[in-house]
């Protein structure tokens, strides 16, 4: 199916589609809102629901024969999914946690997933009104404050210095040991799909994610990074793919711009092939 769509075309419309929910988050975040939380404890607030309820409606006006996951929908069985070869995926507000600290560091993320693969891929940065985007075979490309496009590329060549970027939220032992073993590394914190971004413009070498994420969290992010030279891949460094199994969490995973080192080496050994 992917043949028969207009990459770019659609790539464009979402990219006005991710900024007519970010203004809608904008409006939230600068008043007074509620905030709930859902089952799986994660926070959840009006911001979340304007953000999906404005995609949704959108998506459904511009593409009414591809269906619509988002982080906020109702989650079909994988029995139904599974009949999906081509379906947009969204988060509306990636990093809720950060929108509600109120620190900037949240986006709106659209990815359509064909065949399994990301091969489109929008984030917008309400606050600072920043969009990256790539399409497959398209190249990625940043606009800042409405600006004109820019392509970007990960940097192909790791320096004596890692660069490494991390979850401002999520933390773990098995991080530190492998930033250990790295030696001469950077840990910057950032939270929501940004992290992807720095990979993706060539201002950070690696993105390790010890962690469970949701599919919604990274398609877009994995989108932008593989057009702009990058690689997301499972701990093993194979292929990470969408829509595969009933759960849709991702296993853990490494984002970089260097193929030519083997970034799984560094791992704590405790992760086995089993775990991997």
């Known amino acids: 199916m992917s043949e028969s769509l207009n990459l770019e075309y659609l790539c464009n419309q979402c990219i006005e589609i991710a900024r007519q929910a970010g203004a809608r988050i904008l409006e939230i975040y600068n008043s007074d809102y509620a905030i709930e939380e859902k089952d799986d404890k994660s926070p959840l607030t009006d911001a979340d629901i304007a953000a999906h309820r404005t995609i949704i409606k959108a998506l459904a006006a511009l593409t009414p024969d591809i269906p619509v996951l988002s982080e906020e929908s109702i989650k079909p069985s994988f029995e139904a999914?599974?009949?999906w070869q081509t379906y947009w995926l969204v988060d509306?507000?990636?990093?809720?946690k950060e929108f509600i600290k109120r620190n900037g560091e949240f986006t709106?993320?659209?990815a359509l997933i064909n065949n399994h693969k990301s091969i489109i891929g929008i984030i917008h940065v309400p606050v600072l009104n920043i969009d990256y985007?790539?399409?497959k075979d398209g190249?990625?490309?940043?606009i800042e404050h409405g600006k004109e496009p820019k392509a970007i590329q990960v940097r192909k060549q790791a320096g004596d210095k890692l660069i490494v970027v991390s979850s401002r939220s999520h933390s773990s032992e098995q991080l530190q040991t492998y930033?250990?073993?790295l030696g001469n590394a950077e840990l910057l914190n950032m939270g929501s799909s940004l992290k992807f971004c720095l990979i993706a413009e060539g201002q950070a070498d690696l993105y390790p994610r010890i962690g469970f994420t949701s599919e919604w969290d990274?398609?877009?992010?994995h989108c932008i990074v593989e057009q702009a030279g990058g690689y997301m891949t499972k701990l093993d460094m194979s292929e990470l793919d969408y829509n595969t199994k009933d759960s849709l969490l991702n296993p853990f995973f490494l984002v970089f711009g260097d193929n030519s080192r083997d970034w799984s080496a560094y791992l704590p050994s405790k992760f086995n092939q089993r775990q991997l």
């Open 218 to 221: 990274t398609a877009a992010a």
């Open 139 to 142: 190249g990625s490309f940043k």
């Open 81 to 83: 999914r599974q009949q």
């Open 133 to 135: 985007y790539g399409w």
């Open 92 to 96: 509306p507000l990636d990093g809720t």
């Open 179 to 181: 930033m250990k073993n």
């Open 108 to 110: 709106v993320n659209i």
